[in-house]
C-alpha cells in the first residue's frame, strides 16, 4: 500500500455513543491508520457521501441504540447504489448487536461484526489484513464526485510511494516529475471548467477555523441555490503516520449534496499541509466549484501556508483572542501575509483588547488587510456575516 489505511468511522442516528469509537480510532491512529472521523448522529445518506468523498477503503460503525440490521444494510445498499460496493462495511455495539443479528447483517453485505470482549488489537490487525492490501481493478466512477475522489486519492498515492523511498536524490527528483505528472493529468481533465476562488484558512489550533467555515458554507449554500463548493481539510499525522480527521464531525452544514469535502492529512510534512496539497488544489479549482476551501492544520508563528503565486487567491488568519502578550503579535509571520484577519470567539473577556492590538499590529503593515470579529460557534452571527459579505462581493 502506498499511502495509509484511510477508513471512516461514525454512529448512527439517534445515537449518541461515542465512547467506543472514540478509543477505537485512537487505538486506529496508533497504528497508522487514517480515520476520518464523521461523528454521531449521523444518517445512512451523510455517511455514503462522506465515504465516497473520501474514498475510503472501509466504513466502521459504532451501534448502540437499536435498528442495526436495518442502519448497515441501508448503508451497503446506498453504497452498492452509488457504485461504491469497493468501500466496505464493519462495526460492532458491545451487548447490542446478538450473534443472530450480525449473522443477518453479513448477509446483507456487511464484512464483519465485533461483539464486547474483542480486544483492540484484534480490531486492528482485522483492518490491516482485511483494508490493506492494494485494491485491485477499481470499479468506474459512476459520477463527477465519484470520479474527482479517485483521482485525489491517486495523487495523494503517487505522493505517499514516492516519500517511502526518500531521502535519496534520485527520488527526489522521480517526486518532483510525478508533481508535474499528477497536476497535468489533473487539470487536462477538467480544463473545461471554471477556476474556483480559493480560499486558505489558516491559524492556531482551537481558533475556531472549522466552525468558522462551516457558517460561511451555510450561507453560500443559502445564497446560492445551485451552488457547489469544496473544502480541503488538513489535520496532523501522529507518530507511527496515522491521523484523526476529525474536522467533519464540526462540519454539521457541510454534510450537504452541493458540498465536496476531503480531509488530509499532513503525511510528515511541517507548515500546515500535505506533500500532495498543491495538486490536489490545483484538480478541486478545476472541478467546476464556485469556491474551494483549503483549511490548514493548527499552525504555529511561523506558519505561512499558502504558496505566493499559488492557487490560493485570498488568504484568512483566524485568531484566538488569547493569544498572550502583544509582543506575541510581532512573531506571528501569517498576520504580514493574510488579506482578511478574524479574531474569532469575541464574545471572550480579552476580545476588545486583542481586536485594538492586532489592529496596530496590521496598520504597521500598510497593507489593506482587513479585520473582522467573529463568534462562529453562534448562528447567524453578525460578524461571520460581514466576512462572508467581504468574501462574497469583496465589500
Ligand atoms: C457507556 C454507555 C452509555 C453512556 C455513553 C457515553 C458515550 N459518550 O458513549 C451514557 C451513560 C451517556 C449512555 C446513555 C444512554 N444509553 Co447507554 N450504554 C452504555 C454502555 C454501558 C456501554 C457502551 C460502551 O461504550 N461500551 C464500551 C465498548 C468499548 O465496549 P463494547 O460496547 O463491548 O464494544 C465492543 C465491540 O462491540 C467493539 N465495537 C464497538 N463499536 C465498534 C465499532 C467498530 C468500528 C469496531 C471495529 C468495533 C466496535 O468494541 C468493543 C470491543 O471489546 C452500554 C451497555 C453495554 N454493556 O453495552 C449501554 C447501552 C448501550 N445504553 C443503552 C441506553 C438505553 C442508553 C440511553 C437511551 C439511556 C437513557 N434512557 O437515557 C442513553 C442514550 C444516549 C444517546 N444519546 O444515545 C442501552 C441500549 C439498549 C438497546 N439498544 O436496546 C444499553 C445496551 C444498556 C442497556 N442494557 O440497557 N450510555
Known sequence: MPSPIRILTAVPICDGHDSAINTINLEFIRHGIEVVYLGYHRSVTDIVRAAIQEDVRAVGISSYNGGHIEFFSEVTGLLQKRGASDIKVFGGGGGTI?????????????????????????????????????????????????????????????????????????????????????????????????????????????????????????????????????????????????????????????????????????????????????????????????????ETVGTGQEAMPFQKNGVVDQTVLVMNPDYGSRLQLQKIVMLDLADIVVVNKSDLQRARTAHTEIEQRLEQNGRDQRLIDTVAKRHRDAGVDQLFKLISTGR
Open 98 to 294: 446478538t450473534q443472530q443479528d450480525a449473522a443477518a447483517m453479513k448477509r446483507k453485505g456487511v464484512d464483519n461484526i465485533f461483539f464486547a470482549g474483542t480486544s483492540l488489537a484484534e480490531m486492528t490487525d482485522y483492518v490491516r489484513t482485511q483494508y490493506g492490501k492494494p485494491r485491485n481493478k477499481r470499479p468506474r466512477p459512476r459520477s463527477p464526485e465519484q470520479e474527482l475522489a479517485h483521482k485525489l486519492s491517486e495523487i495523494e498515492d503517487a505522493y505517499a510511494s514516492v516519500s517511502r523511498k526518500r531521502p535519496t536524490a534520485s527520488a527526489q527528483r522521480s517526486r518532483s516529475n510525478k508533481t508535474v505528472r499528477h497536476s497535468s493529468v489533473a487539470i487536462r481533465h477538467s480544463s473545461r471548467a471554471e477556476r474556483a476562488r480559493v480560499m486558505g484558512f489558516t491559524g492556531p489550533g482551537g481558533a475556531g477555523k472549522t466552525t468558522l467555515i462551516d457558517e460561511l458554507v451555510l450561507r453560500f449554500l443559502n445564497q446560492n441555490s445551485r451552488g457547489r463548493i469544496a473544502i480541503l481539510s488538513h489535520d496532523p499525522s501522529v507518530v507511527g503516520e496515522g491521523a484523526l480527521l476529525g474536522d467533519r464531525a464540526t462540519m454539521i452544514n457541510s454534510q450537504n449534496d452541493r458540498v465536496f469535502m476531503r480531509s488530509m492529512a499532513t503525511r510528515g510534512q511541517a507548515g500546515g499541509l500535505s506533500p500532495a496539497t498543491q495538486d490536489c488544489l490545483a484538480l478541486l479549482a478545476r472541478s467546476g466549484f464556485d469556491y474551494v476551501i483549503i
